[in-house]
């Protein structure tokens, strides 16, 4: 998917559809309070590379322009003001009208092309909706570092997961419904930000086989098909522990006394392999939190096997993050006997173990920890 991203941003460019023989097309109108006349019309290529320069001009003395290009088929260009903002263009007319004040860039007007008037309306409601995940994201930070309730955490996930489901709504609504496959191209590259593959690939299979003419459509179907057949042979190997019996765990509590894992056999444990120091593992703390406090009480619990060396780190951590349930560590950081035992070499890490001591699960985060737990806490 990261590839898949770097394409998206380097592409969201195309040039499409053949259901119209298209050819000449004019952009015209009006630019005001520019601090430079000079301005062109450029081709975004499909396939990553840098935009072509089809038409120059400078601005006459009252804003007006007029530039002139051939399109093969339905694409995507942008008209450029020089040392200022650009405007998205779809050549789905002979004749685009742009008027755009540099003091209000954002709210620039385009008549005579639907698709490109389309694309501006998705990209200021995509916009507000992206403010408020980011302000959303920022509220979550600001109370991990707090150290704010398990409740507050909750509540702020549960409304950023709601605002990504909105986000994903609105981008996959505008792709079924647009008649223009570029102005769809273009909204495949915004949803592959938070989109799963599989949806991805379903939305544009259903683009590319409407649009069947369209260069740009087939070849980004063909690239997701291609990564999908190939995510088997990517995959990493199964975990060599994966149901079979859990090895043994020894050893001293955050009082220095001994710990088995045996002895929580009868219930369902996640141990959890993490350290003060991990970063992501701080990260993810809040998500087990949520984890621990709704499914405690269902025959569950967790063992934190840290892999600190510091144990006032690691204490402080435990406080710190709320961790409210049984901690070992033998505070030998990587040299842990752990780590060659349950065979990881990266952290946060984790093995669910069911209650007859059998690993069941493992590599558990987020919301797969969650839909894995109501699966087997019935």
Not at 287 to 292: G, I, L
Request: glycine share 6%; proline share 4%.
């Amino acid at each position: 998917m990261k590839k898949l991203l770097i394409i998206f941003s380097a592409v969201i460019t195309l040039i499409s559809c053949q259901e119209k023989k298209y050819g000449a097309f004019v952009v015209s109108g009006r630019i005001d309070h520019s601090s430079s006349q000079k301005i062109t019309l450029q081709e975004l290529p499909f396939g990553g590379e840098n935009p072509i320069i089809l038409d120059s001009g400078t601005l006459k003395s009252n804003g007006m322009f007029e530039l002139r290009a051939m399109g093969k088929e339905e694409g995507l260009y942008r008209l450029v003001v020089e040392n200022g903002p650009d405007v998205l263009l779809v050549n789905d007319s002979k004749s685009i009208k742009v008027n755009l004040d540099l003091n209000n860039y954002r709210a620039y007007k385009t008549e005579g092309s639907p698709a490109t008037e389309s694309l501006h309306t998705l990209f200021e409601e995509y916009r507000n909706k992206d403010s408020i995940l980011y302000l959303t994201f920022k509220q979550i930070d600001t109370l991990q570092k707090s150290n704010a309730s398990d409740s507050l955490l909750s509540i702020a996930h549960n409304q950023r997961d709601a605002q990504i489901k909105q986000m994903n709504a609105a981008v996959t609504e505008f792709i079924n419904q647009s008649p223009s496959p570029a102005a769809r191209y273009y909204a495949l590259g915004m949803a592959s930000r938070t989109l799963s593959q599989e949806e991805l690939l379903k939305l544009t299979n259903a683009s590319a086989d409407k649009f069947k003419e369209h260069s740009g459509l087939a070849k980004i179907k063909s690239l997701l098909m291609v990564q999908q057949q190939q995510k088997p042979a990517a995959a990493p190997p199964a975990y060599a522990l994966l149901n079979k019996q859990a090895p043994e765990i020894n050893l001293p509590d955050v009082n220095g006394k001994p710990f088995q894992l045996s002895s929580l056999k009868g219930k369902f444990v996640l141990v959890d392999f993490w350290a003060s120091w991990c970063g992501p593992c701080r990260r993810e703390n809040p998500n087990v939190v949520v984890a621990y406090n709704k499914f405690k009480d269902k025959n569950f619990t967790i063992l934190g096997v840290s892999l600190d060396e510091n144990k006032e780190k690691w204490q402080k951590a435990i406080a710190d993050d709320k961790l409210t349930w049984t901690h070992v560590s033998d505070l030998k950081q990587w040299q842990s006997a752990m780590v060659p035992l349950y065979q990881f070499d990266g952290i946060p890490f984790n093995v669910l173990v069911d209650p007859q001591g059998k690993i069941i699960a493992t590599g558990l985060r987020g919301e797969e920890l969650d839909k894995k737990l109501a699966e087997v806490l019935k």
